[in-house]
């Protein structure tokens, strides 16, 4: 409780300068709903409200936040007694043009390789049947369909994003009693699979921001010939995918 009114007391200080200088740092949270005071009735005797559940605005003002929020004041309601009500000032926070991308959205749009279907926009259960078979959706490579990728041979060939930085699986901390291997996620064909979870392994393939890297390619050219690249080095030629929570 004692905690639960510090962070109150922080963010009203950082609200109450956002206020004075029209802007704060903000961070965006969890989509939740949020209860407001709404007019419902105007008299000669006063005024009566009530309240309605609407999605919260995404974003808040936050002293660590590595965004800058506009602050817009205008008028709203609070009860008074309820249902009795007054009119009040108030000020809202307002979210910036677009949405920042996460990191790992960041990396994504990086890379070569994307996965199709809903998979691009959604999580992926790393666990959802047997190891060397297709966990995702096909890849594509530039926009176009593939016919294969080959087994990477470059170090690292998988990494996670953690602590701000893509860090190769098997060099991972805290990670499992026994490190992966660097091929556990894996191209098989058109698709990401990986091998069979050793030790604890499974408890560290939840959750997680997974860049892979594609060694080699082969698809239809413009003139239907069958094309291949091969990929000696780090550039584009990477697929990006999140692992959906336990």
Not at 197 to 221: H, K
Request: glycine share 6%.
């Amino acid at each position: 409780m004692k905690l639960l009114s510090v962070l109150i007391a922080v963010l009203a200080v950082v609200l109450a300068q956002a206020h004075a200088q029209m802007t704060c740092p903000c961070v965006y949270g969890e989509p939740r709903d949020c209860e407001s005071t709404v007019l419902a009735n105007s008299g000669p005797e006063g005024d009566t409200c009530t309240t309605e559940i609407n999605p919260c605005v995404p974003c808040y003002c936050d002293p660590e936040g590595p965004y800058t929020c506009s602050i817009v004041s205008g008028s709203g309601y609070q009860f008074t007694t309820e249902p009795e009500c007054e009119e009040v000032e108030k000020s809202v926070v307002q979210c910036p043009a677009e949405p920042p991308l996460s990191p790992c959205e960041e990396a994504a749009a990086t890379c070569a390789f994307k996965l199709s279907g809903p998979d691009a926009n959604s999580c992926i259960d790393p666990l959802p049947n047997s190891p060397d078979v297709c966990i995702t959706s096909e890849m594509t490579y530039n926009g176009q369909e593939i016919l294969q990728v080959g087994n990477t041979n470059l170090n690292p060939n998988s990494e996670y994003y953690q602590d701000g930085a893509f860090v190769a699986i098997q060099s991972i901390s805290p990670g499992p009693t026994q490190a992966f291997s660097p091929s556990f996620w894996k191209p098989l064909v058109t698709c990401v699979g990986h091998e069979t979870p050793q030790s604890n392994q499974a408890e560290f393939v939840y959750d997680r921001c997974v860049r892979l890297w594609i060694s080699s390619v082969q698809f239809l050219g413009p003139d239907g010939q069958i094309v291949n690249e091969n990929f000696n080095d780090f550039g584009d030629n990477c697929v990006v995918f999140t692992t959906c929570p336990e």
